[in-house]
Structures are given as structure tokens and as C-alpha cells.
């Protein structure tokens, strides 16, 4: 399989040449020459496989001959270590966990992916030592952080807005050590995401260390969430009903891969993309206009991105016909007291104590459905552990949020991190080193 940047300025690379780099020299995202089709029968036997061998299956044709069987088969045993379980809201909604990985969000996944891709790449290839710079506004730099630890070859920093992240998520990114640097940074994420942004096309910075990023703009963490939908579609409920999933979308990689599922095959009927009030692309299908925003904070704040970098890629998908997109992709956005209220319904009428990104896929998905004249089986995909948000859950609910097993001590480790106000300071310290 080749790949080619869609800003169509650059050569075509393998997949682990475009796992390296991240974004083309041109600075396009990634895209697959083709998606493959996958055989029927594989859809009418997906009972007869585990999360593992779908998800071999599913993403094989992505890796070719860049990583052998049994190492990718390895790889994706490390990555699905745990479970996806399906919970019932109501008759005919349900939610779809992806928060039981070791960091509590679904971007577990596709770092756990992308760092044993690499991994492997600097086994083979004997490049250079690869620094990973990434910024984050909370969930990205743990999981990054916990996908990357202790793997050779590679040295991650990420930044971080001082007090600007919660707790849990500051020990998540502070207290591994090892080859993990965390950088506070006295400004906002916006700060962050700029002064790597900075680094990236600094000269003295690029002669010297190998860089690269961790987002979801690469193609190891954006396609491995495919596995998400294969695994929603073995393990539905309704079998006989058709499938509507709503994603609850901020940079649209997890969406969009979900897309791709469609395309190889997969039986899902419609997909939704739910948002805050950053409703870029519900704004787009409703009007046809593509106007990026200033992003807005809001309580589900890992989906405050007002320019979702992974759109390009869905309109790619759809030959930017949107009369074809919007056949099978419907947008819905909510504010935060909508979100408060939704938390509020899940509980009362199931016990459940959903975040406030899986309270937005509720959402979208109830007007999905209102609006829709079919019956279908409607699964939201609950993106993180409610105990991730839990000031926000405990208040609106007046209880308390369990603290799930795993992580229990981890509010008891030492913090470990690097202070720093300006870009010269970054930049000293990845040349010092
Ligand atoms: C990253 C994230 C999202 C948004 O996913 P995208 O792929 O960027 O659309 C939603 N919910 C949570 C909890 C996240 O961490």
C-alpha cells in the first residue's frame, strides 16, 4: 500500500515511511492509494473472530509487506489488550465503550498502535533516535505518553497548559519518566500547539533531531481506530436492525475512520458526527460552506477544535461531493447545558454516569433518530471515563463517579516536569538535551 499527501506536492511513501513522518514534506495529511474492499463472507462469520483477528484482518492491507505477520499480529495483541464492552441506555440506544484502555480514553488505542509501529520501524530501519513533540490539551499527551513508555529509539515531550488540566490527566503525563519529558508551559494550549507548530519548521531544530508528531493526522493512530467499528458491528445488539453509530467528533479522525470501515465494507448504515458548539462540519452540511472557527472552550473541551484537521480526508473519501456525504454522514451540535442535561437524562433513565463527549453522541444520536423515519439499532461511542471529567459529573448528577481500580494510586506519584514560558526555552531544551 502507498500513500500520498493530499496537498498532491510530495512523493508517495510506504506505510511506515508515512508512520515516521507524520505529515508529507509538502505539509498534506497522508492518504491510502486505495481502500480496500474486504470478502462478504468475512462479514457474515465476524462472530467466528476475535477483536484481534479482525483487526488484523482490517488493517493488513493498509500495512502490506512493511511489517511481517506475526509482528503485526504481535503488535495488535499488545495494542487490544482490553475490552470494548456495549452497554444498554435504552431499548434501542446503546453505548459503545472505548475508555477501558490504560489511560481512560479512546486515543489508547491508536497511540498503543502508532508507538508499536515505530518501534518496529526503528528495529529495521536503525534511524536516528525520533523525538515526538506533542502538545495537549489532556487526553492525547497520557495516552501518548502511556503508548510510548520505555520504547526504544524513541523520546516523547509534551506540552501542557499549566493548571489548565485535570489532575488525574497531569500525573498521567508527569510521572512515568523514562523517555517521557513533560513540559508546563505558562500559557494556554493554544501556546502549546503554536510552539510546536514553531518547532516543526525550525531550521536549527530539524538539522539537529529527527522530529515528529503523535496526532491524529498520522496514519497509524488515525486507521487503527477502524478496529472500534469492526468490533461495534460484531458485538450489536439488534443484528437484524440497521446500525446508525454517532461518533462525538472534534478533530474528525476517529469519524473518519470510521468512514473508511463503510468503505471496505462494513455494514453500518449512517454515521453522526456530534459536536460542541465547534460545529464547523454540522455547520458544512447544513450550509454547504466550509468556514473554520476560532475554537471555543467548552466542557467537553477535547473536542474544542474549530478546524478539524482529518475533514480533508473525509471529503477525499467522498470525492468532495457533499450531496454524497450527507447520504450517510448527519451533524448535530449542542452547547454545555444541553450536555449537563443529557448527562443528567442518561442517568435517570438507565443508572449510567456517561462524560460530557459521550453525553454529545447521545444527543446527536436521539435526534438522529427522532428525525429518522426507519428503525435502527443507534450506538454512541463513549470516548472517556466519566471520572476523566468528574467535576463536571459529580456536580450535575449530585454523586459520586467510582474511581475505577487501574488507576488508583496514581494520584499518589511524584510529578516530574519541565517549566517553561517562551519558545526559546523549548528550543533550548530539546538542542541541550
Ligand atoms: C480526542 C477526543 C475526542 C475527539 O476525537 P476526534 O478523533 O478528534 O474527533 C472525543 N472525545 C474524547 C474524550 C477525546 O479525547
Redesign the pocket.
Given at each position: 500500500m502507498k500513500y500520498y499527501s493530499l496537498n498532491y506536492n510530495s512523493q508517495d511513501v510506504s506505510f511506515l515511511d508515512a508512520v515516521r513522518k507524520g505529515l508529507a514534506p509538502d505539509r498534506g495529511l497522508y492518504f491510502p492509494k486505495e481502500i480496500p474492499k474486504l470478502p462478504k463472507d468475512f462479514f457474515n462469520n465476524i462472530n467466528s473472530f476475535s477483536n484481534q483477528e479482525i483487526a488484523f484482518k482490517v488493517i493488513q492491507p493498509f500495512v502490506g509487506k512493511d511489517i511481517p505477520e506475526d509482528r503485526l499480529k504481535k503488535i495488535i495483541q499488545d495494542t487490544l489488550s482490553f475490552e470494548f464492552p456495549i452497554v444498554p441506555i435504552t431499548e434501542t440506544v446503546a453505548t459503545l465503550e472505548l475508555f477501558q484502555g490504560p489511560t481512560l480514553?479512546?486515543?489508547d488505542v491508536g497511540a498503543r498502535f502508532m508507538a508499536r509501529s515505530l518501534a518496529y520501524a526503528n528495529e529495521v530501519k536503525k534511524n536516528e533516535k525520533l523525538t515526538i513533540l506533542v502538545a495537549t490539551s489532556g487526553?492525547?499527551g497520557g495516552a501518548v505518553a502511556d503508548g510510548f513508555y520505555k520504547v526504544e529509539g524513541i523520546d516523547v515531550v509534551i506540552l501542557y497548559p499549566k493548571g489548565k488540566v485535570s489532575k488525574i490527566q497531569e500525573k498521567q503525563l508527569t510521572t512515568l519518566g523514562e523517555n517521557i519529558t513533560a513540559i508546563e508551559v505558562d500559557g494556554t494550549f493554544d501556546d502549546c500547539q503554536d510552539m510546536v507548530k514553531s518547532a516543526f519548521i525550525d531550521g536549527d531544530l530539524i538539522r539537529n533531531i529527527s522530529l515528529t508528531s503523535a496526532n491524529?493526522i498520522n496514519i497509524a493512530r488515525w486507521l487503527s481506530q477502524m478496529f472500534y467499528y469492526f468490533i461495534a458491528y460484531k458485538n450489536r445488539i439488534h443484528p437484524n436492525k440497521k446500525l446508525a453509530i454517532s461518533?462525538?467528533?472534534?478533530?474528525?479522525?476517529?469519524?473518519c475512520a470510521g468512514l473508511v470501515a463503510k468503505k471496505m465494507g462494513l455494514p453500518v448504515d449512517q454515521f453522526i458526527a456530534s459536536t460542541n458548539i465547534n460545529d464547523t462540519v454540522p455547520d458544512y452540511l447544513d450550509s454547504g460552506t466550509y468556514s473554520p472557527k476560532k475554537s471555543k472552550p467548552t466542557l467537553?473541551n477535547?473536542?474544542d477544535?474549530g478546524d478539524?484537521s482529518?475533514f480533508i480526508r473525509i471529503q477525499k473519501l467522498f470525492n468532495n461531493d457533499i450531496f454524497k456525504l450527507k447520504k450517510i454522514l448527519s451533524g448535530y451540535h449542542y452547547t454545555d447545558s444541553q450536555t449537563k442535561k443529557a448527562i443528567k437524562e442518561i442517568h435517570e433513565i438507565s443508572g449510567y454516569i456517561a462524560?460530557p463527549?459521550g453525553a454529545v453522541g447521545y444527543l446527536g444520536l436521539k435526534q438522529f433518530l427522532q428525525d429518522s423515519t426507519e428503525v435502527y439499532q443507534g450506538l454512541f461511542l463513549e470516548?472517556?471515563h466519566p471520572i476523566k471529567f468528574i467535576d463536571t459529573v459529580e456536580s450535575t448528577l449530585k454523586t459520586t463517579v467510582p474511581f475505577p481500580e487501574r488507576i488508583k494510586g496514581i494520584l499518589d506519584r511524584k510529578k516530574s516536569s519541565v517549566s517553561i514560558h517562551s519558545y526559546e526555552q523549548l528550543k533550548t531544551f530539546l538542542l541541550e538535551r
Open positions: 480514553a479512546f486515543k487526553d492525547t491524529s461518533v462525538p467528533s472534534g478533530n474528525f479522525g476517529n469519524i467537553s477535547a473536542m477544535v478539524p482529518n462524560d463527549h470516548t472517556a
